[in-house]
């Protein structure tokens, strides 16, 4: 069964400090890795990873992706309040359908 | 990037009563959306795919006969909950995809959602 899972569930920083998320998964037919971010309403698009090694970077915002491991990390460098949302992290098994894991909960605390 | 909206954004009804939440793409043709569904702090979870002009493809145990998908356009798609129930009570994402103008590949662009309350 194809599944997505993600680490922390919750994570409490204080502004400033740099976390990581993670995101490892099981899928039958890879074809692309997604972040989002969740505030109070829908998700908005981060990032979307499809090759190995090759790092994304937006900002105070980056990802990579280990096809080979099967997981990939969400770092975030000097947090800000504004950073506090629920972080979504998605996979691609097949034609355009993706699973979600169930989000990584960050409060960043002034 | 691409825009999609929903409507209505809130909406409570009785028990038994049928809604319907719209998806429409605002500036880009969306071959294939996709309606999520999420209660309180859990995941978004998938219940079918909507393709123009053919049969939605529901996921396992999502009944097909309560959540009515119609694809009717390549902007548009609607999920109508007939026969509501207060489990039913949850929030509807819908997101879409397609070729060319502002959606690029494998990129899904989500509409603001729908609260749905059932009393």
């Known amino acids: 069964e194809d599944k997505v899972v993600q680490s922390p569930l919750s994570l409490v920083v204080h502004e400033g400090d740099t976390v990581t998320l993670n995101c490892s998964y099981e899928?039958?037919?890879?074809?692309?890795l997604l972040w989002y971010k969740q505030e109070k309403k829908a998700p908005t698009f981060l990032f979307m990873l499809?090759?190995?090694?090759i790092e994304k970077k937006s900002g105070r915002l980056s990802s990579i992706l280990d096809k080979k491991e099967l997981f990939s990390i969400l770092n975030i460098t000097a947090t800000q309040t504004g950073d506090s949302a629920v972080y979504l992290c998605a996979v691609g098994p097949g034609t355009y359908k993706y699973i979600f894991g169930t989000g990584t909960r960050l409060k960043v605390l002034a | 990037g691409a825009v999609v909206s929903q409507h209505p954004s809130w909406v409570i009804c009785k028990s038994g009563t049928s809604v319907k939440i719209e998806c429409r793409s605002l500036?880009?043709?969306?071959?294939?959306m996709f309606w999520y569904r999420q209660f309180p702090k859990q995941s978004l979870m998938l219940m079918a795919t909507s393709n123009e002009g053919s049969k939605a493809t529901y996921e396992q145990g999502v009944e097909k006969d309560k959540f009515l998908i119609n694809h009717a356009s390549l902007t548009l798609s609607t999920l109508t909950v007939t026969s509501a129930h207060p489990e039913d009570s949850s929030f509807y994402i819908c997101?879409?995809?397609?070729?060319?103008?502002?959606?690029?590949?494998?990129?899904?662009?989500f509409g603001p959602g729908t609260r749905l309350t059932v009393l």
């Open positions: 500036d880009f043709q969306a071959t294939t």
């Open positions: 899928v039958t037919n890879f074809r692309s």
């Open positions: 997101s879409a995809n397609g070729e060319g103008g502002a959606s690029s590949y494998n990129e899904q662009f």
């Open positions: 499809t090759s190995s090694g």
